[in-house]
């Protein structure tokens, strides 16, 4: 288990990544990676049982985890090179010809840490359903983890996943959601309302946690608590409430930075909010 | 002409059935789902044998196309099984996605493509999936022919290490494949040996254009007949030596004109070996009601059908060789 402390300065050092990498090519998604910087740093450093290298894609025993909302890869990207997938200075590649490090993340280049490509939105849960039921049949006691947008859950495939899961009791998941409200057009509750998501998803028979999904101590205490509720014959699901663009105050409180870089004067601007930690790439 | 015989006709769809029992027994991580149809694609004796290795998953195909993607993530060899219609058009991102871009050992299993479904009616009876799935990179496209064929197919694509896309059908057909017969993919079965014209066809309509090459031969016309069951990667190899003999092809198959075997035989022809060619297809347009033999008579779709597709073809290789 890591301190408050080193997960703090992993934190600072990933927000550090994501709006370099971005800024470095002029694309990229910063507002849903920021939002989503605790959560990553807690589930890669103090919850997940996983071993980066060798890197195998088929995750026997060991926690794995699937992206589903895609572009937030400068996150993962940032994440899982500082968890000992791929080297760090690989994170300069971003978006660029030739790349492992692909706009939104794909198995196809071969990048170690990612076990399926996403990007066109509500694919990844029946995904990690399907390594889930494999890990059932396998006697693969570890669990399967993913992540999706709130936005993307107006995708209706969430939804025959989310059937599925419940009918079926795949109870080895723990799915989380970014619930930031904002999507590329606005407000969720402006573009289309999703509504009540704890009275949707209890409805169709998933176990529902709520947390701050920008508290580093909630974090770790709610991803505990859903551990400690598996494989008890329902699927497991964290609402968890963030803030697009946290950690860089300029691009907090909106949706405008869910898909467009910082310009040099924003960069080092963002760069003096998140100090360096562990080194730069 | 060489004979071929047969002693009964049965569904392609059964021979599939068949295949995946064995498969089940074969290897352990073999796994199946289904949507809602699980009779029709005849994979109850699967589901009975193995009910731990069985996934009903409803109605509901993107999530199962996503599900088989999660299973290979644990070595497992998924078989998805519902229609044509609904393995590919309905679910066209999913498989790009999860399963195509990310290289994942599925097999899609297709049952009822083309006409041949019948009275069900045009919704159901996709004419433009062969094209689909063909232009998906890393996509293997195979269409057997009778119920042996599909059975062999069924075993094959299990060994095999990558997406597969298998197409097969409703009706009854005649059985006249080896029960014993390799399925290599990608290797094409020589039917027949002839000098006139070749005679490519995929599916249900190999057993026509057997039927045309006995026509044929009693005119006096002889056919090379190729049943080309796998159709990407295509048997390049196949194609260009008929076609060095006969300088001419028809191509047959339950699809639309566009995008189906007739357009991947015209690539290889138009880069090697242009050549005059005609199309046995469906003109680019819906299919409707009816029983199978109906429909197929009314789309142009038999061996009839091929016989004169030969003698315009043949017309027109004489008119450039004049």
Redesign the interface.
């Known amino acids: 288990m890591s301190d408050l402390i080193t997960l703090q300065r992993i934190t600072t050092q990933v927000r550090r990544d994501i709006v370099r990498m971005v800024h470095a090519v002029q694309s990229g998604h910063p507002g849903g990676s920021l939002g989503c910087t605790e959560f990553f740093t807690v589930l890669y450093n103090d919850i997940m049982q996983h071993h980066p290298s060798p890197w195998d894609m088929n995750g026997k025993d060991q926690d794995i985890f699937f992206l589903s909302n895609g572009h937030i890869s400068p996150v993962f990207y940032s994440t899982l090179a500082r968890s000992g997938y791929f080297p760090v200075n690989e994170l300069a590649t971003f978006r660029k010809l030739n790349t492992r490090l692909q706009g939104h993340p794909t198995t196809h280049e071969g990048l170690p840490g990612v076990r399926i490509s996403s990007g066109s939105l509500g694919q990844g849960l029946s995904a990690a359903i399907g390594a889930s039921l494999a890990k059932k049949l396998n006697n693969d006691t570890n669990l399967v983890y993913v992540l999706m947008g709130d936005g993307e859950l107006q995708e209706g495939q969430v939804w025959e996943a989310c059937m599925f899961a419940a009918a079926k009791k795949v109870d080895n998941i723990i799915a989380t959601i970014d619930v930031n409200g904002q999507q590329i057009d606005g407000a969720t509750k402006d573009v289309l309302n999703i509504g009540d998501l704890r009275a949707k998803w209890e409805a169709f028979g998933w176990v529902v946690l709520d947390t701050n999904g920008n508290d580093i101590t909630l974090l770790q205490s709610t991803l505990k608590k859903a551990k400690s509720l598996t494989g008890q014959g329902k699927p497991i699901i964290i609402l968890m409430k963030t803030e697009m663009g946290n950690g860089v105050d300029f691009m907090m409180h909106s949706h405008k930075w869910h898909g467009i870089p910082p310009n040099d004067e924003q960069l080092q601007n963002a760069l003096s909010q998140n100090e360096e930690t562990l080194g730069d790439y | 002409m060489k004979k071929y015989t047969y002693t009964e006709k049965k569904d392609t769809r059964s021979g599939f059935g068949a295949g995946l029992l064995e498969v089940g027994r074969k290897n352990k991580n073999a796994?199946a789902l289904c949507a809602d149809l699980t009779g029709s694609l005849k994979m109850d004796a699967f589901a009975k044998e193995f009910p731990?290795?069985f996934?009903q998953?409803?109605i509901?195909e993107?999530?199962m196309?996503?599900?088989?993607?999660?299973?290979?993530?644990?070595?497992?060899i998924?078989f998805t099984g519902t229609f044509a219609n609904f393995s590919t058009g309905r679910v066209y991102?999913?498989i790009?996605?999860?399963i195509a871009?990310?290289?994942?050992n599925v097999k899609i299993c297709a049952s009822h493509a083309g006409l041949t479904l019948g009275e069900d009616g045009a919704t159901h009876q996709i004419l433009e999936d062969i094209g689909l799935m063909r232009m998906l990179p890393g996509m293997v496209v195979i269409n057997p022919c009778d119920y042996n064929q599909t059975k062999a197919a069924t075993v094959a694509i299990a060994d095999y290490v990558g997406p597969v896309y298998l197409r097969f059908g409703r009706p009854t057909v005649p059985n006249f494949t080896p029960a014993d017969q390799t399925f290599e993919i990608g290797k094409a079965v020589h039917l027949n040996e002839g000098t006139d014209v070749t005679i490519i066809a995929t599916g249900h309509l190999v057993w026509q254009a057997i039927l045309a090459g006995e026509e044929l031969a009693a005119k006096g016309i002889s056919a090379d007949i190729i049943n080309i069951h796998t159709i990407k990667p295509i048997d390049e190899s196949a194609i260009l030596t008929s076609l060095a003999k006969t300088r001419c092809v028809v191509t047959a198959e339950e699809h639309n004109k566009f995008g189906g075997l007739g357009d991947a035989v015209a690539q290889v022809l138009a880069v090697h070996m242009p050549s005059p060619q005609e199309y046995v297809a469906v003109n680019d347009s819906f299919g409707e009601s009816g029983t199978p033999d109906e429909l197929m008579t009314k789309y142009g779709l038999d061996a009839k059908n091929i016989v004169e597709a030969v003698e315009r073809v043949m017309a027109r290789k004489e008119s450039i060789h004049a």
């Open positions: 796994i731990d290795r996934i998953v409803g509901a993107a999530n196309m996503g599900i088989a993607a999660g299973l290979t993530i644990g070595g497992k998924p991102d999913q790009r996605q999860s871009y990310s290289n994942k």
